[in-house]
Nanobody, 121 residues
Framework: QVQLVESGGGSVQAGGSLRLSCAASRDISTYYYMGWFRQAPGKEREEVAHLFTQDGNTYYADSVKGRFTISQNNAKNTLFLQMNSLKPEDTAMYYC??????????????WGQGIQVTVSS
């Protein structure tokens, strides 16, 4: 059973920082895509950032560009999301997601259980 476990969430005041971690139970080099999503109450889940593990190319949603940084540590099989200059509108449940190929060359997306980030004004 593949697991992605998020940590590092919590409550912070506007302008503060948090670093989310996503620890994988497998070698993350077996994932070709890893990303962070978030879902606020009453809203759809949205992609915040992602990276392609082989070449390190990254993507950020416009709402977080310049404030969030996604990175990976292959030795620790962990994905990170450094979140700076947090705003109340960043309040959401944050999810880690990772895509891999199964033996039939079908893309499989693994999800973490989610972790809450709350930013107060």
């Amino acid at each position: 059973q593949v697991q992605l476990v998020e940590s590092g969430g919590g409550s912070v005041q506007a302008g503060g920082s948090l670093r989310l971690s996503c620890a994988a139970s497998r070698d993350i080099s077996t994932y070709y895509y890893m990303g962070w999503f978030r879902q606020a109450p009453g809203k759809e889940r949205e992609e915040v950032a992602h990276l392609f593990t082989q070449d390190g190319n990254t993507y950020y949603a416009d709402s977080v560009k310049g404030r969030f940084t996604i990175s990976q540590n292959n030795a620790k099989n962990t994905l990170f999301l450094q979140m700076n200059s947090l705003k109340p509108e960043d309040t959401a449940m944050y999810y880690c997601a990772a895509d891999r190929w199964d033996y039939g060359m079908t893309s499989i997306r693994d999800w973490g259980q989610g972790i809450q980030v709350t930013v107060s004004s």
